[in-house]
């Protein structure tokens, strides 16, 4: 199973960006999605999750300024950024529970990471 993370970049603060990452390999099924962020000299932090129902949770820091959402037929999740602070600066991580053909069991994978830079 491989998770490729796409859409980082730099932006200017009060501005957005949409995150992706696309879940790949032998899936039965994929249950929480996720984006993570670590900020240089922090600890990874989680950002938002959502379930294979739809059912979404969010760290106090992004909500109201942060939708995450999926498409399970393509199993992909999706981040959109609004109102972005320079704080939000980080390398966004995803994160898939995923169930693998011929298993029983969801063992996490994690995407590479894509860079988000919220500077003037």
């Known amino acids: 199973v491989q998770l490729q993370a796409s859409g980082g970049g730099l932006v200017q603060p009060g501005g957005s960006l949409g995150l992706s990452c696309a879940a790949s390999?032998?899936?039965?099924?994929?249950?929480?999605m996720g984006w993570y962020r670590q900020a240089p000299e922090k600890e990874r932090e989680l950002v938002a999750m959502?379930?294979?129902?739809?059912?979404?949770n969010y760290a106090d820091s992004v909500k109201g300024r942060f939708t995450i959402s999926r498409d399970n037929a393509r199993n992909t999740v999706y981040l959109q950024m609004n109102s972005l602070k320079p704080e939000d600066t980080a390398v966004y991580y995803c994160?898939?529970?995923?169930?693998?053909?011929?298993?029983?069991?969801?063992?996490?994978?994690w995407g590479q990471g894509t860079l988000v830079t919220v500077s003037s």
């Open positions: 994160k898939a529970n995923v169930v693998v053909i011929g298993t029983r069991y969801g063992y996490n994978y």
């Open positions: 390999g032998s899936i039965f099924s994929i249950n929480v």
């Open positions: 959502i379930t294979s129902g739809g059912s979404t």
